[in-house]
């Protein structure tokens, strides 16, 4: 297994939208312990082909000691429950915002062998499901935030890219990363 580089705000492969795989090769199968490992050691609890340069359709997560691959995710059912809570991304380290995202989601795909994949999430693993198939659409968890936050965000990364000094101090970090 190989630790991948992560892709970072501003490089062209987060914003485009990801393609579709049609069928789940050898290939896929080392990506998939490439991106676990390269997720874990970040440490965060998913990641997204686009975060490592891969514009196909593929995230892995790890949550409560369980973890996974979905190749070709689809959002089926959504929760009308939402909640707000602190957001960050392996893509855009030391920035953590609230973002509110449905409490339950029922994913649809295949699974690391290619099988069908029937993934019923709830709190954590529904946040992750969403923020990496957002990744895979194209969108940081930064495009859901209110736009006075927004602007701080871009603020943040516009001053990191130049090397200025932060001067609003960010708050911890929450337990995960995506």
């Known amino acids: 297994m190989s630790v991948l580089p992560i892709r970072r705000f ?4 987060l914003r485009q939208r990801a393609s579709e795989t049609e069928q789940v090769t050898e290939i896929h199968r ?4 490439d991106m676990i490992e390269t997720m874990r050691q970040a440490p965060g609890v998913g990641l997204a082909g686009p975060q490592v340069g891969v514009l196909e359709r593929i995230f892995v997560w790890e949550v409560d000691e369980r973890h996974g691959a979905v190749v070709n995710p689809v959002i089926v059912e959504r929760s009308a429950e939402t909640v707000e809570e602190e957001e960050g991304c392996l893509s855009l380290p030391g920035l953590y915002y609230p973002v509110e995202r449905s409490v339950r989601v029922v994913v649809e795909g295949r699974d690391q062998d290619g099988a069908p994949l029937r993934l ?9 499901c969403q ?3 957002d990744h895979l659409d194209g969108v940081l968890f930064i495009d859901h935030l209110r736009e006075d936050l927004r602007k701080e965000a871009l603020g943040r990364l516009r001053d990191e890219a130049l ?3 932060a001067t609003v101090p960010q708050q911890p970090p929450p337990e995960e990363t995506f």
Not at 10 to 13: F, H, N, R, S
Not at 30 to 33: M, S
Not at 120 to 128: I, P, Q, T
């Open 10 to 13: 501003g490089d062209p492969a």
């Open 30 to 33: 080392r990506l998939i312990e």
């Open 120 to 128: 019923e999430a709830h709190d954590l693993l529904a946040r992750v």
């Open 131 to 133: 923020h990496e198939i």
């Open 163 to 165: 090397g200025i000094p």
